[in-house]
């Protein structure tokens, strides 16, 4: 069964890098998006994107975050300046025919900001 | 502030008995709902998606929607060890996002 793949499974950074996850959304998909779940609470949406560019973002999708698909099968979630309360399982999503039809979830990200 | 409620849990339930999850929403103007599953330190996993009123079965799993209430509800017949997970209700208020519940917490016993 087509997967969505995310990279790297956990990483740890020190307050203030830059950190880029790295997402490979299924193939056929032209829908994708990040969420991010802190630790015990819920699913938070950041991003969708669709046709190049973003589609819609939550308030939490500041300027310190940014996405892009710099290729034909990579989408990247790019966080400028890390900070403690970014720690979080990032995930990555797709769909082939947008929200309506429900998404496939990467196996996620561990972001540790230390 | 658009909202998605669903009690905690934990919810316990023998093996071979029907769970029952449930969840209310705060939009009137809901299109979609969605069930997933997620395993503790897992990523989310779509079981079922419903837009109209009623019923909507896949195995055993029975998606129930009423929008007049608000509510939707996910019922595991016949459970297994596992089905112990937790349960996330999600909706798509008319754009590209999904909000999600906090998620019930369902254990099987056996």
């Known amino acids: 069964e087509p997967e969505v793949t995310q990279t790297p499974s956990h990483q740890v950074t020190q307050m203030g890098q830059e950190v880029i996850l790295r997402c490979v959304p299924i193939?056929?998909?032209?829908?994708f998006y990040w969420y991010r779940q802190i630790l015990g609470q819920k699913v938070e949406f950041l991003v969708s994107?669709?046709?190049?560019?973003?589609?819609?973002k939550s308030e939490i999708f500041d300027d310190q975050f940014s996405v892009e698909r710099p290729d034909g099968s990579n989408f990247t979630l790019k966080i400028r300046s890390t900070k403690l309360e970014d720690s979080a399982m990032y995930f990555c999503?797709?769909?082939?025919?947008?929200?309506?039809?429900?998404?496939?979830f990467g196996s996620g990200t561990r972001l540790t900001v230390v | 502030q658009k909202e998605v409620e669903q009690n905690s849990g934990p919810l316990s339930v023998p093996e071979g008995a029907i769970a029952s999850l449930n969840c209310t929403y705060s939009?009137?103007?809901?299109?979609?709902f969605f069930w997933y599953r997620q395993y503790s330190g897992k990523s989310p996993e779509l079981i079922m998606f419903?837009?109209?009123?009623g019923d909507k079965e896949d195995g055993r799993f029975t998606a129930q929607l009423n929008k007049a209430s608000q509510y939707v509800s996910l019922l595991i017949r016949d459970s297994q060890p596992s089905d112990s997970a937790t349960y996330l209700c999600a909706v798509s208020f008319g754009n590209e996002k999904l909000t999600f519940g906090t998620g019930t917490r369902l254990t099987i016993i056996p």
């Open positions: 994107f669709y046709n190049n560019e973003i589609s819609e």
């Open positions: 419903i837009y109209s009123n």
């Open positions: 999503a797709s769909s082939e025919l947008g929200v309506a039809w429900g998404y496939t």
């Open positions: 193939s056929n998909h032209l829908y």
């Open positions: 939009d009137r103007g809901s299109q979609s």
